[in-house]
């Protein structure tokens, strides 16, 4: 569905003029990919939503049926968490925008002049992925722990009160997935300001906007399309995340997100139907905001 | 740029000992320049010659290395391009993809909040006659109703300056003609002061009242149009701006009027008045339209400069007139531009022929021709070749 979103962002292709076998045959693995990977598994998830529980039957055992309170129930139980998820997921996706636009605008603009620079950036920006972003995950729990260096040397100097915890707090959690996700929100950031062209900024200083109005007026309607793309690459995927807010790692049980809850009740409690009823509550939202998020931004008409 | 008004009148343009060095070249050796207000002031050179960074200077868009730059007597050298009275109309039109016709015209006046900028804006429209497109998005456009957008997008800020960077490169030739027109009358309209940067020699003679040629970062000679085409002043302006027929020699004779060049054996006079050295090794030239071609030897005039014999290598029929090419031996080939008062050429290929111009008509350069050659090698072998075509089907059409 993140592909939906992204192709009105890019200009349709031209329609071919005549319908060739051999495109068919061509596309066939692709179906065939999708139909077994996406669409069975998205029915399968979709009919075991709605089952209930095996009169008399072990925990774990249920029947297929239309139980459509699975939802109410989930909801009933589980909205903190909803709205935790969205919320943390649209904190880290402002705040890795913040972090990335002027990164990519210096990586794609300013650096124009040293290729070299440019490329050692950009590789830099990518240097993370080399590393499972597990292990980087709980690097961090390691260097913001309480008996770490940074949180004794904080209280030592009594920069934090004694008693403080980083790990365990939503601010952690968020500052997780902002990490995790700036490479998403800075390569798509890149590509468009790096076919940024110049010259509209300096028309736009010489009709008399000054440096702020030029950046404002110009360069971020002109880099939308990245904009657009980051912030879906970033949201989409946070909203659904479980690693950062996991007690394993950054979060606490105030921390939990869907993501965490759908885990608990697939693997822990072995309430399928619930935890299938949530990742379709999860998978429709992001599909509606996504919706009308894309819709609003118009990038349609950039390109 | 104070805001909320706008600027009553063109101003003049002051360039005082300008430089401007980029790392590894110069692109502005040394310039200065006075532009009065309300003239339409052309920088003609080739590409490379530092017309357009001149041109970005005033913007504002560079900063010179050594210089400063007046806007009617304003300092503006270390002002921002967006604080300058300078409006540009850029080659590539810079356009706002994502805003529609009327906003882009709109753009400079809601910066500096004049009251009432759609209303201004659909005037500026009005004038170069797109206020029927005004709610399309510029990629929506032709080439040429780009360009006028671009044209009333400035001029809507009615800037004490208008700078035109080569805004016509992009059209075909008949709608640059005809934009060429629309941008003169919308000077005089206006009454502001364009300064316009172009290579095309034509373009500038035709709009502008007063054209700077520029090459190698300098300006090599400025002056109207009429004055520059006919007495330039170094072997670049008479080549650039229009053609020539060079000739170099010693000056052999030199009275208060005139002064007598010996041209591998064929004397060539000229007004002493139109000639810049008057002793030594000078070169002096002629316009091909004012050679007159002569298949026989002409009787000797004191009013005119004869040279010959000379043989026809080329002619080419361009419909008003028929361009020769005539070797000539010691002198080189001679162009010759002739009217076409008869019917086709009066003379053909290989013909023996006499070329003789009015003495007042030539005139003395200030330096000599360098070596670049003046014509295109391929002219040559277009000759050879259409000769051999010729002789081909003289060949067949006998058999």
Known sequence: MAFAAFATTTAPEPAARRRSPIALLLLLPGILYLVLFFLAPLVSLLLTSFQKPTEFGDIGQFDYAFRWENYVDVVQAYWPHIVRSFGYALIATVLALLFSYPLAYFIGVKARKWPLLQSLMLVLVIAPFFISFLLRTLAWKQILSDESFIMTSLKALSLMPTDAHFTGTPIAVIFGITYNFIPFMTLPLYTTLERLDLRYLEAGSDLYAHPFEVFRKITIPLSMPGIVAGTLLTFIPAAGDYINASRDFLGGPDTQMMGNVIEANFLVLQNFPAAAALSIILMSVILIVVGIYVKRAGTEELL | ?399
Not at chain 2, 19 to 25: D, L
Not at chain 2, 98 to 104: K, Q, S, W
Not at chain 2, 128 to 138: C, G, I, Q, T, W
């Open chain 2, 1 to 399: 740029m104070a805001t909320g008004a706008f600027a009553s009148a063109g101003a003049d343009l002051e360039l005082v000992g300008i430089q401007k060095r980029f790392p590894g070249f110069t692109a502005i050796e040394h310039l200065d320049l006075k532009i009065p207000a309300g003239s339409f002031f052309a920088l003609l050179g080739p590409s490379g010659c530092g017309k357009t960074t001149t041109l970005r200077l005033v913007a504002g868009l560079e900063e010179p290395t050594a210089g400063r730059i007046l806007i009617g007597g304003t300092d503006v050298t270390h002002q921002k391009t967006f604080q300058r009275p300078v409006n540009t109309v850029f080659q590539s039109y810079a356009l706002f993809p994502h805003m529609t016709v009327l906003e882009n015209v709109a753009f400079g006046l809601r910066r500096r909040r004049i009251d009432d900028p759609v209303a201004k804006a659909h005037e500026a429209l009005r004038l170069v006659e797109l206020d029927h497109l005004a709610s399309r998005k510029p990629q929506q456009l032709s080439g040429g109703q780009q360009q006028r957008v671009a044209l009333a997008r400035a001029i809507v800020n009615r800037p004490a300056l208008l700078l035109l960077d080569e805004p016509l490169g992009a059209l075909d030739l008949k709608l640059r003609r005809q934009m060429q027109l629309e941008l003169k009358t919308i000077q005089e309209e206006v009454g502001l002061t364009f300064l316009h940067v172009t290579h095309d020699q034509e373009e500038a003679m035709t709009m502008a009242d007063t054209v700077a040629v520029m090459n190698k970062g300098r300006i090599e000679q400025m002056g109207a149009p009429e004055e520059l085409y006919e007495l330039p002043r170094t072997a670049f302006v008479a080549n650039f701006l229009g053609q020539s027929n060079l000739f170099t020699g010693p000056v052999v004779g030199s009275t208060s009027e005139a002064i007598s060049v010996d041209v591998a054996g064929q004397r060539v006079v000229v007004p002493a008045a139109r000639a810049h050295r008057h002793a030594g090794e000078v070169t002096v030239g002629v316009r091909p339209e004012k050679l007159s071609l002569h298949v026989e030897a002409p009787a000797d005039d004191v009013n005119r400069n004869i040279v010959g014999p000379g043989r026809v290598v080329d002619v080419s029929f361009s419909g008003v007139s028929t361009q020769y090419l005539v070797e000539v031996p010691g002198l080189g080939t001679l162009v010759v531009f002739a009217q076409n008062m008869a019917f086709g050429p009066v003379a053909g290929e290989g013909d023996e022929v006499w070329m003789s111009w009015n003495i007042e008509h030539g005139f003395g350069l200030d330096d000599d021709p360098s070596d670049e050659p003046r014509f295109e090698a391929d002219t040559s072998t277009r000759s050879i070749a259409t000769q051999k075509r010729d002789s081909l089907l003289s060949e067949l059409g006998g058999a």
